[in-house]
């Protein structure tokens, strides 16, 4: 998503590299983030005009992945952010306000709309429920963070405010079969009752510098920042020990692991025909630079 260009790029990935293929025009809002389900994608956005996305309600626009069409725009909350399908239901944080909505995929229709208090942000799925993060603030700009947890069974939600000042980031992560939030600089498990327990946290920085976090595996990725390049990517075991930091570019905002598929469904189309097939032979006889999905047998 190219968030002040109002729309997305498409890539083609393989071993060799990233391609372009085409655009996707977002209406003239802004993208925020992409969920994709099947051949579609879901995504967030909003205007951009600060005098305009405070307070309108923004979307969650789908689109056709084989068409480049957006087949639907769905009006939900003010500034939505994170999604998560869960439950058979896409879940939407509305950022600016203090609601999450259930969007039923077979319609394109908000099935339900939940309170959860104010700023939620980032989901994570833990023990067949749903949890949040949430950030706000006041007409001051003071930063206030909390917690929230979405019993599936009976919809009902725990809230908790940790107050204002608290050195304490937006991500939530489910980690080492545990749920963990950033906070003062690392992440720390929070409890049942959505408590941090600060002797738990992992990763010791600067909670300034800290500018995003992701839990791949069994290791963490922080993103550290002062807003000058050359940036770092730490990464962090679970014993809480720093095993690797990298030199990046500035501002390491988020983080993902590709892995190959080698079905040879090269045109996705979901199944192994001669198309595919005409494709491979081309490649080695081309002699071509290897590409993951082609090579079936390893």
């Given amino acids: 998503g190219v968030n002040n260009d109002y729309k997305l790029l498409i890539f083609n990935i393989s071993d060799s590299g990233l391609s372009y293929e085409a655009e996707v025009l977002m209406d003239g809002l802004s993208p925020r983030e992409i969920v994709v389900l099947g051949n579609k994608a879901y995504v967030s956005v909003w205007d951009s005009d600060w005098y305009v996305y405070p307070s309108e309600p923004g979307y969650i626009k789908v689109v056709n992945l084989e068409s480049l069409e957006i087949e639907a725009s769905i009006e939900v909350g003010v500034m939505p952010e994170d999604m998560i ?35 939620p942000t980032n989901f994570a799925s833990y023990d067949g429920d749903i949890y949040l993060s949430r950030t706000f603030y006041d007409s001051n700009w003071n930063t206030f963070y909390g917690s929230s947890k979405i019993d599936i069974n009976d919809n ?13 980031g937006g991500g939530i992560y489910k980690y080492q079969d545990a749920l963990y939030r950033t906070y003062e600089g690392g992440i720390a498990r929070i409890d049942e009752n959505l408590n941090i327990i600060p002797e738990s946290r992992l990763g ?12 791949i595996g069994d290791n963490i990725y922080f993103g550290l920042s002062d807003y000058v390049s050359p940036d770092y990517v730490a990464v962090v075991n679970s014993l809480g020990e720093e095993i690797y930091l990298h030199e990046v570019g500035i501002l390491p905002g988020d983080f993902a692991d590709w892995v190959c598929f080698s079905d040879g469904d090269i045109n996705h189309d979901g199944s192994l025909n001669v198309s595919d097939v005409v494709v491979m032979v081309s490649n080695i006889v081309n002699q071509d630079s290897f590409e993951c999905i082609l090579d079936i047998d390893g």
């Fill in 204 to 215: 010791n920085y600067s909670s300034s510098e800290v500018y995003s976090v992701e839990v």
């Fill in 156 to 168: 009902s939600v725990l809230v908790n405010d940790y107050g204002a000042g608290v050195a304490c």
């Fill in 85 to 119: 399908f869960h439950d058979n239901y896409l879940w939407v944080a509305n950022s600016g306000e203090s609601s999450v909505m259930k969007i039923d995929i077979n319609d394109n229709s908000v099935f339900q709309s939940l309170e959860v208090g104010q700023g």
